[in-house]
């Protein structure tokens, strides 16, 4: 299985930007999807999540500036990023939770860098 992403990009303070993530591969379904990010110097930690039957959780700083939307069909989730600031500068990972046939796995992308200039 494999996670691609796109999207990201060098953007202003207030500005937008869409990532894309791509899963293909050997693939039953897929419950969970979602976005995380990383800071330098920082863990990784979550952005926002969606399932298969649509519950969407978000990080309690991107609330309301962030929309993750999912296309079952495509195995595609998208991050909508709007009014982003400085502190949304950071490498953004996917991740997918993956049934192959005999147990769930779960799948990074690579990263996408997000820089938010002041």
């Known amino acids: 299985v494999q996670l691609v992403e796109s999207g990201g990009g060098l953007v202003q303070a207030g500005g937008s930007l869409r990532l894309s993530c791509a899963a293909s591969?050997?693939?039953?379904?897929?419950?969970?999807m979602g976005w995380y990010r990383q800071a330098p110097g920082n863990q990784r930690d979550l952005a926002a999540t969606?399932?298969?039957?649509?519950?969407?959780n978000y990080a309690d700083s991107v609330k309301g500036r962030f929309t993750i939307s999912r296309d079952r069909a495509k195995n595609t989730v998208y991050l909508e990023m709007n009014s982003l600031k400085p502190e949304d500068t950071a490498v953004y990972y996917c991740?997918?939770?993956?049934?192959?046939?005999?147990?769930?796995?779960?799948?990074w992308g690579q990263g996408t860098q997000v820089t938010v200039s002041s």
């Open positions: 591969g050997s693939i039953n379904s897929i419950n969970i």
């Open positions: 991740k997918a939770r993956v049934w192959g046939g005999y147990s769930w796995s779960d799948y």
């Open positions: 969606i399932t298969s039957g649509g519950t969407i």
